[in-house]
């Protein structure tokens, strides 16, 4: 009989979702084998305060309850930033850069100029939405940012 092998992601706080091999799987045997049952999917955003729930990140976006704050910077691995955002209860929620960078549809860069003669500090320049004129890594998350910011809000009541 073949091993069996679970694998056991931990969930980072903060993060919009962990990745699961086994939902991954699953999901690409879905309608392949009746052995497979179909899993729930988790949403991409659960409130820990008032439990609202986002199945998708458009919903999420689109949410007039939903204000886009800033952005948390992590120098060292850029995919470790956050974006944060403020809910209608009170509650500052994160989502990591990672589950929006496809929202970026232009060059990523690999080298970080931050501290460089290069550098123009707009990082580090609270509620800025400027885009960086530099080819760093850090530039695009402020084009997502920018994203974000001009999103289109549902109207309230509408689902």
Not at 3 to 28: H, N
């Amino acid at each position: 009989m073949p091993a069996i092998m679970v694998f056991s992601m931990p969930k980072v706080a903060g993060t919009a979702r962990s990745y699961d091999p086994l939902l991954s799987v699953q999901r690409s045997m879905k309608g392949l084998c009746p052995c497979v049952a179909p899993m729930t999917e988790q949403p991409f955003k659960e409130c820990p305060s008032c439990r609202s729930k986002w199945a998708e990140y458009a919903d999420f976006l689109a949410d007039p309850t939903i204000h886009p704050i800033g952005y948390q910077v992590f120098f060292e691995d850029q995919s470790g930033g956050l974006f944060l955002f403020n809910h209608s209860c009170g509650t500052t929620l994160s989502i990591a850069v990672d589950s929006l960078q496809h929202l970026h549809n232009g060059p990523l860069y690999t080298e970080n100029i931050i501290g460089s003669a290069r550098c123009p500090g707009l990082c580090l320049v609270r509620g800025g939405n400027t885009p960086c004129p530099e080819k760093c890594e850090c530039a695009s998350v402020r084009v997502i940012m920018q994203r974000i910011r001009k999103w289109p809000k549902k109207e309230e009541g509408m689902d």
